[in-house]
């Protein structure tokens, strides 16, 4: 199976795609791949997430694209069939954890504590994503649980900025960084693509 992080490469920004239309997802999509970005992560929080997601992957073929807030069964199954590269949980149980393992695609289960920790790295995963990483305990968490939980690489998401990215991917324990400040919702909304590029450009650093 392939790893996430190998699915990242050198990238160290994971972006997040909200998306209300089809053609939204592709907008900001391409405004990502401006910046260099070779994969994205589609959150199945809006009811054309995952149209948006078949159609970035029809218009933009070169570019990774997965899906995140998938939380069941029926939601992973939607994404698999919607042509997903990868899979982003926003939390954890056994049975979803299960189904996971059982899904054939790199999976970035989501964790916010040590028992979470604890039970996604006895299902066999070894790449988690903190969230949300803020309200989690943030850099000095995972900094903490670094000798502990020696495997374990992260993605921290929820409350990652441009400002305090560093404090995260300074870490020996953490390989990238997702985030939604990259394209802010009003950029969106009024079409402000060159900003959602440059942010990512600066992200990316």
């Known amino acids: 199976m392939t790893s996430f992080s190998s699915l990242m490469g050198n990238q160290t920004l994971l972006p997040i795609i909200q998306a209300e239309t089809p053609e939204q997802g592709i907008a900001i999509a391409q405004a990502m791949a401006n910046a260099g970005l070779k994969l994205v992560e589609v959150v199945l929080r809006t009811e054309a997430s995952l149209a948006a997601l078949k159609a970035i992957k029809a218009e933009l073929p070169d570019l990774i694209v997965g899906a995140g807030t998938v939380t069941n069964e029926v939601i992973l199954r939607q994404a698999i069939d919607a042509g997903a590269d990868f899979i982003i949980t926003p939390a954890v149980s056994e049975r979803l954890l299960g189904y996971l393992a059982d899904c054939g695609l790199p999976v970035l289960p989501g964790v916010s504590n040590t028992g979470e920790i604890l039970m996604a790295r006895e299902f066999?995963?070894?790449e988690l994503k903190l969230f949300p990483a803020a309200l989690s305990g943030g850099a000095k968490f995972l900094s903490s649980i670094s000798s502990i939980f020696q495997d374990i690489q992260f993605c921290p998401t929820g409350g990652v900025t441009l400002e305090n990215k560093m404090d995260?991917?300074?870490?020996?324990?953490?390989?990238?960084?997702?985030g939604t400040w990259v394209a802010k919702k009003d950029w969106v909304e009024s079409g402000q693509w060159q900003a959602i590029t440059e942010a990512c450009v600066e992200g990316n650093k």
Do not use: E, K, M, P
């Not at 995260?168 to 997702?178: E, K, P, Q, Y």
């Open 168 to 178: 995260f991917l300074s870490l020996d324990n953490v390989f990238a960084v997702g």
């Open 124 to 126: 066999g995963y070894t």
